[in-house]
């Protein structure tokens, strides 16, 4: 079923962009931009991707989502999750213009495993990945790290650690080094239910996608 409202409970008050819009045809990108971006937002399942690009979409965005049964027990992990009652199945979609002269489409990725075929497509044209982390199901982020690394080698990516409201605090080093990031691999905190904060995440992947850190000297 393709939605342009949320399921999820957490999701936070809806964006003032998307209030605007109102269901009607949404604004046209500024005359002025010379650039645009596919960015893919990928992640563990229920990490919060769909309320991230619902929370930074300048227009309705668009979602695949169908409601969870009894068919996806002891398939899904439901851990810490418990009020989760839809998943996407194939795509979310928004825009978000960050200056006049740059625009971003975001590609949200479904999280489940059996799932992870659609990459493939989604990643064609994306000039970076944007990984979402709930550090309260760490373990679900590594596969999604190693299939971009796996399949999208030379894809830039950046981490946002999304603050749930019960999640335990990890610094930065320690998460570094569980997920076993590049130096040079942005890792910030972020809440996907607000816009700014959303935005900061995706704002620290474009400017690494454009001014890559320089890579760390071999050891001799």
């Known amino acids: 079923m393709v939605s342009a409202t949320s ?24 005359a002025s931009v ?44 439901l851990a810490r999750l418990e009020h989760k009652t839809a998943t996407t199945v ?12 740059l625009v971003l489409y975001l590609f949200g990725t479904p999280g489940q495993q059996r799932f992870w075929p659609l990459w493939q497509g989604l ?6 990945a944007l990984v979402l982390v709930d550090t309260r199901r760490l373990d679900a982020s590594f596969s999604a790290i190693d299939q971009l690394e796996q ?23 320690q998460l570094r080094q569980a997920l076993d990031l590049d130096p040079g691999t942005p890792l910030a905190d ?3 239910r607000r816009r700014g904060s959303a935005a900061g995440a995706l704002i ?15 050891s001799p």
Do not use: W
């Open 151 to 173: 399949h999208h080698p030379d894809l830039p990516l950046a981490v946002a650690v999304n603050q749930f409201p019960n999640s335990p605090t990890v610094g930065h080093d």
């Open 90 to 101: 194939a795509m979310d979609f928004g825009r978000v213009t960050l200056s006049d002269q």
């Open 190 to 192: 972020c809440d996907a």
């Open 7 to 30: 399921s999820d409970p957490h999701a936070g008050p809806a964006d003032p962009a998307v209030q605007r819009s109102g269901g009607s045809a949404p604004e046209p990108v500024p």
């Open 34 to 77: 010379r650039h645009s971006v596919k960015i893919l937002v990928v992640g563990g399942f229920g990490v919060g991707k769909t309320t991230l690009i619902g929370s930074v979409s300048e227009i309705v965005p668009l979602r695949t989502e169908e409601p969870m049964t009894t068919a996806s027990v002891g398939v899904d992990d």
């Open 123 to 128: 990643a064609t044209g994306a000039l970076g």
């Open 204 to 218: 620290s992947l474009v400017d690494h996608i454009y001014h890559p850190a320089p890579a760390a000297p071999s």
